[in-house]
């Protein structure tokens, strides 16, 4: 069974950074691009940031470019979002989502996805 979990998120400052992780069962990650999303109630869920593997090319949305920081740990399985510079309208439920291949894709391309960690960020 496919599992992809969220930490990290939590309540900061604007800003402040926050470090989330994605550790991933179930899912070999070398065979999957890694992306996170992000989502705020009433609006659809966004692109924020991308990794092939094995790491070495990014994808970053507009917004977070230069703030935001996308890797991966492959002996650990796990992916990474290193936020700095946080602002309110960072505030949203992020999730971490994993497609077959090399292809950064389309949200709707990614087949497995966690269950989100909330980030708020106060100003």
């Known amino acids: 069974q496919v599992q992809l979990v969220e930490s990290g998120g939590g309540l900061v400052q604007a800003g402040d950074s926050l470090r989330l992780s994605c550790a991933a069962s179930?899912?070999?990650?070398?065979?999957?691009?890694m992306g996170w999303f992000r989502q705020t109630p009433g609006k659809e869920r966004e692109f924020v940031a991308a990794?092939?593997?094995?790491?070495?090319?990014?994808d970053y949305a507009d917004s977070v470019k230069g703030r935001f920081t996308v890797s991966r740990d492959n002996a650990k399985n796990t992916v990474n979002l290193q936020m700095n510079s946080l602002k309110a309208e960072d505030t949203a439920v992020y999730y971490c989502?994993?497609?077959?291949?090399?292809?950064?894709?389309?949200?709707?391309?990614?087949?497995?996805w966690g269950q989100g960690t909330q980030v708020t960020v106060s100003s």
């Open positions: 179930g899912l070999t990650l070398s065979s999957y691009v």
């Open positions: 990794v092939n593997w094995p790491g070495y090319l990014r």
């Open positions: 989502a994993a497609r077959k291949g090399t292809i950064f894709g389309l949200i709707n391309q990614y087949e497995y």
